[in-house]
């Protein structure tokens, strides 16, 4: 068997379907030929390169006699023979009008040439009949020629909803956080391709302690831009922890792990729909085919209006979401699910002229656990709301704190300081920005120190180094924080339940500064802006010899 390798996004879905398919039997050789007359074949080669594939060129196609052609990719020119040839879809169905590559015009993604249609050796598989209806009034040679499976991609996302935990732990999302996961096809139309400043103003926008934010960007962005090129585009983003989930594999657990997810008119968007996520669609181009479920998906889910707040509508979308409410979706583009990669095999065997191995037919596997692909936040503006400070006696006040990534400042709302609302910055050890370490307030040690000595000098260090800092904080191992003051003072604070950031812990002590409260024996509520919140308990160690005055 031979795979036509032709894109990224038609290679990995391959590769993600064909394992199960052939798994233990001896009798089929496949190898993978390299197709690269896409215009978006870049990171072809490097992908069949690692995952250990066979790799013959395109061109030694037609020296060759092999028993089944596969492709996810519909737009190939196979050689002339008599083997068939399977192509599965790369997305859902033929929901889109794409640029034909060899005519001026558009054309129906996922449908082969006239001319491999006509050999009559062309085999469609399709995830939903009415897929068959809309190939035969499109192209009545498909007459007879479609083959109804489902699709192995949602029977898997649907399947690994149990591992959900896993995936979000996996990911860096904390318990009390929110994943919101931004889902781009590619092209003009796209998300990106209209908005690409959404991500950086998303992160912005959304309190880091209770949000993270992910992105699952088309293959062909990857290929027709280049990584590197991706990353400096979207700089900010990626400094302020932005999960830029890989083109391979990652995509889909981060989806089953999403609670809210912003996207167009692509097939991510439609899985991730059709799977129960809410959903705010923040771009939907006219290359959606009337009449398919992409298209339905416009009429049922509510816009993102990216005038406006931000916050308030990723709240809203979660908060107001019905369960069922894209259920229509799914059986309108999925039919008997559960059931697509046994009848895959069937399929496959059949073209091979093969009797299907004896093992049980297959089912859909769990997705594998993904790493995080996130880099680390090193600066963040800071905002504290102090209440209850020198209320009545007995009543610890609160203090709430939201913090936002420093490098994407310019697309979030002024931070002022209030009565009792106080903002600053503060900057990780690894800062790379020295103007910012240098303007900070507050200084974090950002691994935990072995022990007390060593985080007292590291605070007297950072202290000396940076004379604009009001405190240094750095965690001991064990689960609590020293923060020392630029009087001199060193604080140990200790917060219940879970080991925190000590980001966290330097913002307590900041806000309680800012209104004068007694850190002695103070006894706070902290909180982050949602529902999280812990009690922390202040006391002062014996005084320490003053570093230098701010």
Same mark, same amino acid.
């Given at each position: 068997m031979v795979v036509a390798a032709r894109t990224v996004t038609s290679t990995v879905r391959v590769l993600e379907t064909l394992p199960s398919l052939l798994r233990d039997d001896n009798r089929v050789t496949v190898v993978f030929a390299y197709d690269p007359s896409s215009a978006f074949n870049d990171g072809v080669? +490097?992908?069949?390169?690692?995952e250990g594939c066979r790799v013959m060129p395109w061109e030694q196609l037609g020296d060759i006699e092999p028993d089944l052609i596969l492709s996810a990719s519909e737009n190939i020119d196979v050689p002339d023979g008599d083997c068939p040839v399977l192509v599965l879809p790369h997305g859902v169905g033929f929901q889109k009008l794409v640029p034909d590559s060899r005519s001026p015009e558009s054309r129906l993604s996922g449908v082969v040439p006239d001319s491999l249609l006509e050999s009559g050796r062309a085999w469609l598989a399709v995830s939903h009949p009415a897929q068959e209806r809309q190939l035969l009034a499109a192209r009545p040679e498909t007459a007879g020629r479609t083959l109804l499976v489902g699709d192995p991609c949602f029977d898997e996302l649907v399947g690994s909803r149990p591992r959900r935990g896993a995936y979000r732990e996996a990911l860096g999302v904390g318990e009390h956080q929110r994943l919101v996961v931004i889902s781009s096809t590619w092209g003009p139309t796209s998300l990106l391709g209209r908005h690409p400043e959404l991500l950086p103003r998303l992160l912005a926008r959304l309190p880091a302690d209770e949000y993270r934010v992910g992105a699952i960007t088309h293959p062909n962005i990857w290929s027709a831009h280049g990584a590197w090129q991706l990353r400096t585009l979207q700089s900010a983003a990626l400094e302020a922890g932005l999960l830029l989930m890989p083109t391979v594999h990652a995509w889909r657990p981060a989806l089953v792990a999403a609670d809210v997810l912003l996207g167009d008119h692509g097939s991510v968007t439609l899985y991730g729909a059709s799977a129960g996520t809410p959903l705010l669609?923040?771009?939907?181009?006219?290359?959606?085919?009337?009449?398919?479920?992409?298209?339905?998906? *416009?009429?049922? %889910?509510?816009?993102?209006?990216? /005038?406006?707040?931000?916050?308030?509508?990723?709240?809203?979308?979660?908060?107001?979401?019905?369960? @069922?409410?894209?259920?229509?979706?799914?059986?309108?583009?999925?039919a008997d699910p559960g059931q697509a990669v046994a009848r895959l095999r069937s399929a496959l065997y059949r073209l091979l002229e093969l009797p299907e191995p004896p093992s049980p037919p297959p089912s859909p596997a769990m997705l594998p656990v993904p790493q995080s692909?996130?880099?680390?936040?090193?600066?963040?503006?800071?905002?504290? +709301?102090?209440? @209850? *400070?020198?209320? !009545?006696?007995?009543?610890?006040?609160?203090?709430?704190?939201? !913090?936002?990534?420093?490098?994407?400042?310019?697309?979030? %709302?002024?931070?002022? +300081?209030?009565?009792?609302?106080?903002?600053?910055?503060?900057? @990780? +050890?690894?800062? /790379? $920005?020295? /103007?910012? %370490?240098?303007?900070?307030?507050?200084?974090?040690? /950002?691994?935990?120190?072995?022990?007390?000595?060593?985080?007292?000098?590291?605070?007297?260090? %950072?202290? *000396?180094?940076?004379? @604009?800092?009001?405190?240094?904080?750095?965690?001991?191992?064990?689960?609590?924080?020293?923060?020392?003051?630029? $009087?001199?003072?060193?604080?140990?604070?200790?917060?219940?339940?879970?080991v925190l950031d000590p980001g966290l812990h330097a913002a307590l002590v900041y806000g309680l500064l800012r209104v004068g409260h007694p850190l002695d024996g103070a006894q706070v509520t902290l909180r982050t802006g949602g529902s999280w919140e812990e009690d922390a308990v202040l006391r002062l160690r014996p005084t320490r010899t003053a570093g230098p005055s701010a």
């Open positions: 080669l +490097d992908l069949l390169q690692a669609l923040a771009a939907f181009g006219d290359d959606a085919v009337p009449g398919t479920a992409a298209h339905e998906m *416009a009429a049922l %889910a509510p816009r993102l209006d990216l /005038r406006g707040d931000l916050l308030r509508q990723v709240e809203d979308a979660v908060d107001r979401h019905t369960p @069922g409410r894209y259920d229509g979706l799914a059986r309108q583009a999925f692909p996130a880099s680390p936040v090193t600066s963040w503006h800071v905002t504290t +709301d102090v209440t @209850g *400070a020198g209320g !009545r006696a007995g009543e610890p006040p609160t203090v709430t704190v939201r !913090r936002f990534p420093a490098s994407v400042a310019a697309y979030g %709302a002024p931070l002022t +300081d209030g009565p009792a609302s106080f903002t600053h910055l503060a900057c @990780g +050890d690894d800062e /790379r $920005d020295h /103007r910012l %370490a240098e303007s900070a307030s507050v200084l974090v040690r /950002r691994g935990p120190a072995p022990s007390p000595v060593e985080a007292l000098a590291w605070i007297e260090e %950072a202290l *000396a180094r940076l004379p @604009g800092s009001l405190l240094a904080v750095s965690a001991v191992r064990g689960g609590w924080c020293l923060a020392g003051l630029r $009087d001199g003072r060193t604080v140990e604070v200790a917060v219940t339940g879970p």
